[in-house]
Every structure is written in C-alpha cells, then in structure tokens.
C-alpha cells in the first residue's frame, strides 16, 4: 500500500498493558501527526511532528508517548491506558508542518481499552 | 483559540439534488478551510481547500464558498450521488505553525 500506512488496524489492551502503534509514510512529507477521532467528537490533533523534531504537543495526557525516528516513521507508545481512551487513531502526513495543508491520513487505528 | 461549528449534523437526500454543509468559525485570522470526506470504515481525504484570498472554488460537482465577514463557509455538492454518502469534515486554520482545527463532522446519505 501507497501513502500512509498505520498498523494495527485494531487493538484490545487491558489498561496494565503497554501497546505501540506504528505509522509509515511513503510520500516524501517532512510533517507528521496523531490525530483522536472519537465518536460525534472533532477530530483531535494530539502531536506534530515536522523533520522528525515535535512541535506541538496538545496537552495530551503522558501515558501516550510519541516516538518519530525519522520524517518517514511516526510511532505512539501507549501505557496504563483508560476506557475513554478507546478511539480510532489516524496518523497523517503532510509536505510541510508549518502550513497544515493537504494532510494525507492513514487508515486508522482502532482501540479498545478494557 | 479558533472554535469551528459545523451543520447540519445529518443530512439526506435524494440522489440528483444538491447538499449544502455549513461551518463557522471564530478566529477572524483563520485563513485556510479545507474539507475532508470519509467513507465509512476508510481514512479521511481531502477533496477541496480554499483560502482566504477566494470567495469561491469549484472542482467539478464539489464547490467551497467563503464569507470572511460572517466567518463562514460552506460545501456545496451538486447532483449527488449514492456513493457520496459519508461524513464531511470542515476545518478551519490560521495559518503556519498552527494546527487545522476541525469540526464535529456531517453524516451524508444519499439514497437512490
């Protein structure tokens, strides 16, 4: 698959339990984002990640810890998780952070927490 | 901070009439407004962007109007189509550095 690519397409996690999810893109961007999509809720921008240097960071909790080894890869690490954490989490990229514009998403991560 | 509302939140209709999808927004600096379309169970993707320096765009059945005045924006899709059914996202951003913020999203259904 082309563009953006997230795996797991699902995850179940009790909240003792600690989870990555991987994001990759294949388009050449520099800038790279989690996003939270819950249900009848906006879609949540969560972190920002432009030439693998993070910034923003949009007072989201710490038991979600972003990791961007390099402009093409984007991982969230997720530790001692709660129920309302259960969400569909989109990675998407861009060309440039600094405008926002064209964002490219993944299929999505779907999340349950137990 | 920059606040989009977006309605309806539902919205159906017959296949071949038109659907108009509302946002405002609140941050008068707001300068980028791109739409987002998601089928179900699939990623979101961008099918039109305006900027502040255009009233209006159009690509094909898919047209964005601008009001900088009243902050508000809308999406305009003609002779819809069965698989133009999906949920709608607006966004609304002040430009660069800052994150595009979206709103709560339109369920569109149309039915043959």
């Known amino acids: 698959e082309t563009g953006v690519t997230q795996t797991p397409r699902h995850l179940v996690m009790g909240m003792t339990n600690k989870k990555s999810l991987k994001c990759e893109q294949h388009?050449?961007?520099?800038?790279m984002y989690w996003y939270k999509q819950s249900a009848k809720k906006p879609l949540e921008l969560m972190f920002v990640?432009?030439?693998?240097?993070?910034?923003e960071n949009n007072s989201v909790p710490s038991r979600f810890s972003p990791e961007c080894p390099n402009s093409s890869h984007l991982f969230l690490h997720l530790h001692t998780l709660q129920p309302e954490d259960s969400a569909l989490y989109l990675c998407?990229?861009?060309?440039?952070?600094?405008?926002?514009?064209?964002?490219?998403f993944g299929s999505g991560t779907q999340l349950s927490v137990l | 901070g920059e606040n989009v509302e977006q309605h309806p939140s539902t919205l159906s209709v017959q296949e071949g009439d038109s659907a108009v999808i509302k946002c405002t927004y609140s941050?008068?600096?707001?300068?980028?407004f791109p739409w987002y379309k998601q089928e179900l169970g699939k990623r979101p993707q961008l099918i039109i962007d305006?900027?502040?320096?255009?009233g209006e765009k159009k690509d094909q059945r898919i047209a964005v109007t601008l009001n900088k005045t009243a902050k508000h924006f809308s999406l305009h899709i003609t002779e819809t189509q069965p698989e133009d059914s999906a949920v709608y996202f607006c966004?609304?951003?002040?430009?660069?550095?800052?994150?595009?913020?979206f709103g709560k999203g339109t369920t569109l259904s149309v039915s043959s």
């Open positions: 998407a990229s861009s060309l440039q952070a600094a405008t926002n514009e064209k964002l490219f």
């Open positions: 966004a609304a951003s002040i430009g660069a550095g800052t994150a595009l913020i």
């Open positions: 941050d008068s600096a707001s300068n980028y």
């Open positions: 305006i900027r502040s320096n255009v």
């Open positions: 990640y432009n030439f693998k240097e993070q910034t």
């Open positions: 388009l050449g961007h520099n800038a």
